[in-house]
């Protein structure tokens, strides 16, 4: 089945074997951009294997049916392409970018990885000691343990509640044999989208594409039902005594899934509070009041429930006045009106942004197909835009007084300032 919208710059097909494949003809440069999307990210790990796709997007790439690590690595670097892998909260991804001559080999290549990874077991053991040191490193970062303190708070039992690099303990005891099952249960045809942009015709993508992976069948048994545990809203402090100059205060609020009509207005509200050195966070509690070495508000875009977070790395002995800054400045989008003006100036910001990534072909490649993995469709490009501009200032004010009143907080710092914060 192939669909091309009017007006869009993509041609969507959909393979025998259930592949999505996705094309943004694009002849300005030399270069084709490929994605590769698997919805199979730390989302559909056990709480005990947590970390699980992680360590499988290192060791992908250490092997594959007839090639060792270091001759996958001579394939790509001989023609100066790039290939990587990595792994989110709901997808796993395969990078690939060459010089349009160089395609069909390196797309062949990604091919063999992706269908016939063999995990050395001497590359499984490298790439676990590697993502501990990584676990242990960011164990000294406040950021860091404020970000999953807060997130354990938050997400309790589900997923999100873990760092992709899953724990200690979880990625301790992982083994070869759970990537091998993790990597036959997901990877699997019925289950990929492959979003390609640059200098490669609709028709020419859909030949190369069959050819690497035309004959990849679709097992008999079904896709396991994601079922994961109904969050409960239940906002309370954690506190967390390190030795370090400076405090973390991090509010976290539960936002909805990008499905949900507040999901435009909450990144709306995202933007305007703490996206960059015009930012209300920024100009108020930074230039103004001189609390804030660091300030921000974040809302990732999520397949299930998404955390709204405003934080601030201050002096420990700001600590209590940061919290009460950055608890009125969230409390005053309900309490008050947003100024039009200040509303549109936040419009204009987040989708010049959004234009301005969408300039490679890797972006390209890349934003189409994250929409598809999501289960948005490419048109969601299109109606993205047009759910940011319609935002009223009502609809801000009715989405932060539905998400935004109570607060999840996380406190990292000197055990005095931070208990004092709370007292």
Partial sequence: ???????????????????????AENPAADIIAARIFVRAGSCCENREQAGLAHLLSAVMTKGCDGLSSLEIAEKVESVGASLSTDSSNDYFLLSLKTVTFDFAEILALAGQILRSPTFPEAQVELERRLALQDIRSQQEQPFTVAFGQIRQIMYQNHPYAMSVLGDETTMSSLSRADLVQYHQTYFRPDNVVISI????TP???????????????????????????????????????IHTQQS?????????????????PLKLLSTYLGNGLSSRLFVELREKRGLAYEVSAFYPTRLFPASFLVYMGTAAENTSIALEGLRTEVDLLFTTEVSESALQS???????????????NGQIAQIYGWYEILGLGIDFDKKFQELIAAVSVKDAIASAGKYLKEPYLSLVGQDEAINSAIA
């Fill in 203 to 241: 028709i020419d993508a859909i030949d190369l594409v069959k050819k690497v992976f035309g004959d990849w069948q679709i097992p008999p048994q079904a896709l396991p039902i994601l079922n994961l545990p109904e969050i409960k809203v239940e906002p309370q402090p954690r506190l967390k005594p």
């Fill in 197 to 200: 942009a640059g200098r490669v």
């Fill in 346 to 360: 936040a419009k204009n910001k987040i989708l010049g942004q959004y234009a301005l990534g969408k300039q490679t």
């Fill in 248 to 264: 973390i205060v991090m509010l976290g609020y539960l936002g909805p899934s990008v499905n949900s009509p507040d999901y435009a």
């Fill in 1 to 23: 089945m192939t669909t091309l919208r009017q007006n869009s710059p993509i041609h969507r097909t959909v393979l025998n074997n259930g592949i999505v494949l996705l094309v």
